[in-house]
């Protein structure tokens, strides 16, 4: 406290956030790119095993009292608690493979990746599925929902960008050229 009182004044510290924030100029896309594949393996790790293996298990035997079945996960006797759980674990999980799809594409073994990462969702999905008591089911079309949000809206934003990127060229055309008559250079009648 001492160090930030100078003159009668209160100043304010210098935060150490900033030390650690993306800096263009000092960082390389290399770099980044590496740091970034390391967090999105992390969370796919992490969200892929906290789906296989719930937290709190599964039971172990058949109860009667309640009709739960042995090998369903415990969690899911909290019904509305099991699928927020299921829910943001997927969405993360989906996330940080689109992640790494995106950070891989044109590398070598792409198309190894792919299949890996793939697989891995398939397997996620029978293990949830697999742990999920039977009467529950119907609320897999939420999940699913989870599962495909950040694919669908990376898509629309490509198609956002695509379209003010052709609008803003449509803009940079002379009369000429946004008639269609006449090629982009102005230098000839486009044939019909």
């Not at 990746?113 to 897999?140: K, N």
Request: hydrophobic content about 45%.
């Amino acid at each position: 406290m001492a160090s930030c009182v100078q003159l009668g004044k209160l100043q304010r510290s210098k935060s150490w956030f900033i030390d650690f924030a993306y800096n263009p100029k000092k960082d390389g896309t290399g770099d980044v790119r590496n740091i970034l594949l390391i967090v999105a393996t992390l969370i796919a790790a992490v969200t892929f095993q906290s789906g296989v293996n719930p937290p709190g298990g599964v039971w172990q035997d058949t109860i009667e009292t309640n009709g739960t079945l042995k090998g369903t996960a415990i969690y899911a006797s909290r019904e509305a608690d099991f699928y927020v759980f299921l829910i943001c674990n997927t969405l993360a999980l989906s996330t940080s493979v689109l992640v790494i799809m995106v950070l891989t594409y044109n590398l070598p073994f792409h198309l190894e990746v792919l299949i890996a990462t793939a697989s891995m969702l398939a397997t996620y999905a029978s293990a949830i599925f697999a742990v999920t008591p039977a009467d529950y089911s119907y609320r897999f079309r939420f999940i699913l929902i989870a599962a495909a949000l950040p694919f669908v809206l990376r898509v629309l934003i490509y198609m956002v960008k695509f379209k003010a990127n052709a609008d803003q060229e449509q803009e940079n055309l002379c009369d000429k050229c946004r008639s269609g008559n006449f090629c982009r250079n102005c230098k000839s009648e486009i044939p019909k």
